[in-house]
Structures are given as structure tokens and as C-alpha cells.
């Protein structure tokens, strides 16, 4: 007599039906693949119905749920209502596009549920080898070390951590600031990110220890206000330590004058750290690479895989010239954490030495991935055009009389807007009705007081087309709202 299946067991979480759920996870590829070559056809975003948010608001589930259902539900509830950084006419903030190939390498990661704290096996590897290509691109040699990080603000603020050791010697994570003299002092650009001032806090520095110094026409750090500052902090009695440089500003794309901040970052013994979240890996440019000469001599970079790089989020990154920096910043011995020469538990040095977080996702294989799959030079390629549309874009402004360009083009951000009385009211609006429309997504920013029009072209599926529609949509939403109520 055929012996009957055991029944279910109620505790495990595996399937009690492998070749459904098998059948139940190929319909949820196909779906997701489905929606992402389907991009273009949809609104770029919608506002989500208030139906929509009030069914999400469940009573945590008690009992199990089909794998159907559930996916049944995400398709009702949260595909259709993304932020829209998929779809080829979005252009606000800086937000990457996410690729296939880092789709498929995240879906593998999770697969495999690897903790990259430490250990011996070959995600720990495989995170330091993307780590070493990325620390070549940028000509830093053997010593240098890195980490995957959520993104550029973990990444900076691990930098102002490093620097602040690095000056303060290993006492300060003893003793904590409270127990040395130095009173420290940083440096960077009135166009740098909002996460260093928060950096600085969090680091219990104090968002007043950053000096927020002028920039140039071109959005660019002013050395001689640098070192007029530098000089009247350390007449002060202040300790200058960390001099942040910018490449690619989150308002406008402003490259600082990276070999210059470094000369005086040499010169006055700073910690020169650079925030590359997104312009960095124009590095991979042969056009954009020039423009960021001098970031080759930086302490530290910090950048971000999840914006220009299109691997899906989230993949920041930062690398240290010299390794044992980030060794000696986060380094903290447990019994439990004990690295052996043999055996699982060899593999040394960890990565959780290296860094705050001691459980690690594989955020390198979605990166290998995406760079394997494309190559760094078509990766390049897929930069500069962001750029070559920014550029367009910036001409068809200039070249449209109701529009103003309100900041160089530089790399891919475009900052304009349309002329008219309440220019700043009727920018705002004109983007949230472009934005309410699905026609296109940009934001805003404020640039010398004046509310601009912010199209920052990160994604690799945008084409000249959507630039132009962004204009005739800006044209023709503003030349309505600018003729008034009864239009
Ligand atoms: C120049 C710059 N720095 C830092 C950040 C913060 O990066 P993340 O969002 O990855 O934390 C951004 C984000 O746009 C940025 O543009």
C-alpha cells in the first residue's frame, strides 16, 4: 500500500508544494518583466486613490495567505503606484533607473540569502573583487578598501567618521570627543548634499563644525574662500581635518575643482574626501572622466552604484585610499565575531570591521551583475548620452523665449524655468501638474532664491523624445497657468 504524504508541517516556511510554487514564481517574473518592458506606456506617475491606500491598512496577518493572493494584491496595490524613476520621462531628483541584469543578480542575492558581515565563502569575495575594479577606476592602488553601503549619505558620513579618527588618533573612540582638546573644523561647498551637515551631527561634531563656503558661477567650491577660512579656524585654535569636494552637485551637476581642493587638502594636512554620489562614475566616460581629474588623489570617495550606475537600490559605496583607515574607524573585537585561520569562520578581515553594520546584504552581486553584463564601457556610453540630452535640453531652453536657464549645464541636471509674473508660485505649480499629468516627472529646486524647474536625466532610458515632450509640457502648462483662471 503507497505510504500517504506526511501532512504539512505548520512551522516550516518552505513550500508544501514545490512545482506550484515553482509555476506561482515564473508567472511573478514574467509579471515584473512584463512591467518593465511595458515602461513607456504608462503615466510616469499617479497619484495613488485614497481606495488604494485604505486597502493596504490590514490587521497584521494571523494566518497564512496564498503566494498568488498576496502577489495578486501587490499587483493592485503597489505596482501601479511607484515613485516612476522606471519610466523614460522621469527627471526629478537624481534617481536611477534600475537594469535587468541588477534585477535578476538582486533576485539571486536574496536567493541566496548571504550576510556579507563576514565568514569565508564567496560573496565576501566577490563584493571585495567589484570593490577593487571600482577603487582601479578611480587609479587607487593595492591598500585601498571599501565597502557596499545603502548609499552616498551612509558613505559620507562613514568618511567624516574616518577622517575624525584619522586626525584624532584611536583615543577618540574611547574617550569620545568629549575627551580630547581639538575642537575640529570641515570644510565644503554651499552646493554640497544636506547629508554632510547631518553627517557632522550624527558623527557628534556639530552641524556649526562644517563651513559652508561660497561657490562660483559654476556652482564650483571657491578655493581662496577655503583657505581664508582654514587660516582664520586654525587662528582660532580650531583643528581643520576633512575638506569635502563635490563631483556632480545635487542642485546643478557642478563639478568642483577636484586637483585644487586636493593640493590644498595636502598642503593643510586635510582629510580630502569626495562626495561622488552620482558624478563619480562618469569616471567610466572617456568624454566626462577629464572633469573629474584630481579625484584620483582624494582619501576617500563616496559614491553611489543606484543612481547613474541604474543598479537597482540600493547600492551606495565608498572606497578609502588606504584600507586600514576604515579598519581603524570601525574595527570593534567580539567573542562571538572571533576570525579563525581555518574553517568557516577564517576568511579575515571581515567586512564588519570595515563599517557600522555587522549584517550585510549582497549588494555587490546585483553591481557585478549590471557591470558584467554591460561593461563599463557600455556603461560610459549610457552616461555621456545623459549628458548629450542634457545638453539638448539646455538649448531647447535657451531657445524657447517664455523659458529661462537658471544654471550652467554641466553634466546631466538642467535647472530652467518658465518666465512669468509670480515666477516661483507658477513654477512650482506647472511641475506638479506635469508630475499629476504622468506626461513627465521633474522637480524643484531653489537656486539663488528663485524656484527652478529641476530635470536631472538619469535614466538610461530616456531619449530626445522625452526631452522634448518635457518642453512642450512645460510650454504648454505654463503658458496656460500664466495667462491667469480663465484660460
Ligand atoms: C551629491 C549627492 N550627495 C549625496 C547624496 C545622497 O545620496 P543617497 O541618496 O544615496 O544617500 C545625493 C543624492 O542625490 C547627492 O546627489
Redesign the pocket.
Given at each position: 500500500m503507497a505510504s500517504q504524504p506526511p501532512p504539512p508541517d505548520p512551522a516550516d516556511l518552505d513550500p508544501v508544494h514545490w512545482p506550484s510554487s515553482r509555476a506561482q514564481a515564473h508567472r511573478m517574473l514574467d509579471d515584473i518583466l512584463d512591467h518593465l518592458e511595458q515602461v513607456r506606456e504608462r503615466p510616469v506617475w499617479q497619484p495613488i486613490p485614497d481606495a488604494v491606500r485604505a486597502a493596504l491598512r490590514q490587521p497584521s496577518p494571523g494566518g497564512p495567505t496564498g503566494l498568488a493572493e498576496v502577489h495578486g494584491e501587490f499587483l493592485r496595490l503597489v505596482l501601479p503606484y511607484g515613485a516612476g524613476n522606471l519610466h523614460p520621462a522621469f527627471m526629478g531628483?537624481?534617481h536611477g533607473a534600475g537594469n535587468l541584469a541588477g534585477m535578476l543578480g538582486e533576485m539571486l542575492a536574496a536567493g541566496l540569502n548571504a550576510n556579507l558581515g563576514g565568514r569565508d565563502h564567496m560573496p565576501v569575495e566577490l563584493e571585495r573583487q567589484v570593490i577593487r575594479w571600482v577603487a582601479g577606476w578611480f587609479g587607487l592602488p593595492a591598500p585601498a578598501g571599501g565597502l557596499f553601503v545603502t548609499?552616498?549619505?551612509?558613505a559620507?558620513f562613514m568618511a567624516v567618521l574616518v577622517a575624525r579618527t584619522a586626525t584624532l588618533g584611536a583615543p577618540v573612540r574611547t574617550r569620545g570627543l568629549a575627551g580630547v582638546p581639538e575642537r575640529l573644523a570641515a570644510y565644503t561647498s554651499a552646493a554640497a548634499?544636506a547629508?554632510l551637515p547631518k553627517a557632522m551631527d550624527m558623527a557628534g561634531l556639530g552641524r556649526d563644525a562644517l563651513r559652508i563656503l561660497p561657490v562660483d558661477r559654476q556652482g564650483r567650491l571657491e578655493p581662496r574662500a577655503l583657505t581664508a577660512a582654514i587660516a582664520a579656524d586654525r587662528a582660532a585654535g580650531l583643528t581643520p581635518f576633512l575638506l569635502v569636494g563635490?563631483a556632480?552637485?545635487?542642485d546643478t551637476g557642478a563639478v568642483d575643482d577636484l586637483a585644487a581642493l586636493a593640493a590644498i587638502a595636502r598642503t593643510e594636512r586635510l582629510w580630502f574626501h569626495v562626495?561622488g554620489?552620482?558624478g563619480a562614475l562618469g569616471i567610466l566616460a572617456p568624454d566626462l572622466a577629464p572633469r573629474l581629474a584630481g579625484i584620483q588623489q582624494a582619501d576617500s570617495i563616496a559614491l553611489?552604484f543606484?543612481?547613474w550606475g541604474q543598479v537597482p537600490y540600493d547600492a551606495?559605496c565608498i572606497l578609502v585610499r588606504d584600507g586600514e583607515r576604515l579598519r581603524a574607524t570601525f574595527a570593534a573585537p567580539a567573542a562571538y565575531l572571533r576570525q579563525e585561520a581555518r574553517g568557516l569562520a577564517a576568511g579575515a578581515p571581515w567586512p564588519c570591521d570595515f563599517g557600522p553594520d555587522l549584517s550585510r546584504g549582497f549588494r555587490a552581486l546585483k553591481t557585478w551583475f549590471t557591470l558584467k553584463v554591460h561593461g563599463t564601457e557600455r556603461m560610459g556610453a549610457m552616461i555621456s548620452r545623459t549628458c548629450r540630452l542634457a545638453q539638448h535640453l539646455g538649448a531647447r531652453v535657451e531657445a524657447a523665449e517664455a523659458l529661462e536657464l537658471l544654471a550652467p549645464v554641466t553634466l546631466n541636471i538642467v535647472c530652467f524655468r518658465h518666465r512669468g509674473r509670480d515666477a516661483d508660485a507658477l513654477n512650482q505649480r506647472i511641475v506638479t501638474e506635469l508630475q499629476e499629468s504622468g506626461v513627465a516627472a521633474p522637480s524643484t529646486t531653489v537656486l539663488d532664491g528663485r524656484c527652478a524647474i529641476r530635470a536631472a536625466i538619469v535614466n538610461h532610458r530616456t531619449q530626445v523624445r522625452d526631452v522634448d515632450s518635457l518642453v512642450a509640457a512645460v510650454l504648454e502648462v505654463g503658458g496656460r497657468l500664466a495667462r491667469g483662471p480663465e484660460a
Open positions: 531628483w537624481v548609499g552616498t549619505s551612509m559620507n548634499h547629508c563635490t556632480g552637485t545635487v562626495d554620489a552620482y553611489d543606484h543612481k551606495g
